[in-house]
């Protein structure tokens, strides 16, 4: 009998310690972080990781605050068994993740970030490229998710540029994650503005 490996959604990924009782600063990926009073089992693994439940640590969230000041736009995260900072360590790194079937159900026009990775920019009937990467836009000294700013998707184009591309209503048509398609009208020269050329990198 073969196994299926399940495809995982990451709602945050943990940074480090935050506090003396082994609760850990976490950047979300999720514009809903009140899901944890519900999803309280979920899964940690490195980030990436493709394998079975069996291969990935099992975790019960016990409880969850959202940190104002330099940390505002991430959680806090207290999971069962670990209960110091030592302990809150050997997690730091590591993402936290649910199978797909386990997801909570979004509105019609939200989707998981994790979900964008491997779906096809067109823009009008021109494929620009597949989502490699998407990239948060940070305060200056990088320790702190600026909320009100656009994530950017890191689309890798046939020739291999690599083109930001802004993930704004504005510029969205249809997201289809179930065919990996994100339909877009983007403005005229965005595409090669924000162009970053394989033989320049």
Known sequence: MTQTTPAWI???HLLRPQGRKGEVLAELFTDFPERFEKQTRVFLAPSGFAGEESEARAAEV???????????GRVVLQMAGIETISDAETVAGLDVLVPREERLALDDDSVYISELIGCTVYDGAMAVGVVGDVQFATTADG???LTDAAPLLEVES?????????FVKAFLVAVNTESKRIEMKLPEGLIEVNRISAEKS
């Open 10 to 12: 990451v709602l945050a």
């Open 62 to 72: 016990v409880g969850f605050w959202l940190p104002v000041g330099k940390n505002e």
């Open 143 to 145: 320790a702190r998710r």
């Open 158 to 166: 046939a020739a291999g540029d690599e083109i930001l591309i802004p």
